[in-house]
């Protein structure tokens, strides 16, 4: 689903990495744990762990998405967040 904050190439790998999502690249932006990853150039990052990837924003704009999340670092209750998503649980 196209929006403002993804580009092209964002949109793209999306279809190609989630063809099931029904949300817009900002809903799954806002929804998404923030985290560091190595080996990336990004002004930003987030991991979904509902979908297993991983956002890259440079510019105000996604750039791309990753399906590794073997090298996302995750801090602090932003972790507690993620396992709790990856296990289904709801956050509180």
Not at 34 to 40: A, G, I, P, T
Not at 56 to 65: A, N, S, Y
Request: charged share 35%; hydrophobic share 35%.
């Amino acid at each position: 689903m196209r929006d403002e904050l993804a580009t092209g190439h964002g949109d793209l790998r999306l279809m190609q990495r989630a063809q099931d999502l029904d949300k817009t690249m900002t809903e799954l932006w806002d929804e998404s744990i923030e985290c560091e990853v190595k080996y990336h150039g990004y002004d930003e990052a987030r991991v979904s762990p509902e979908y297993n990837l991983v956002l890259l924003k440079e510019d105000g704009r996604i750039v791309t998405l990753i399906p590794e999340t073997y090298n996302v670092t995750i801090e602090g209750d932003d972790f507690e967040d993620f396992l709790g998503d990856a296990l289904g649980e709801e956050r509180t």
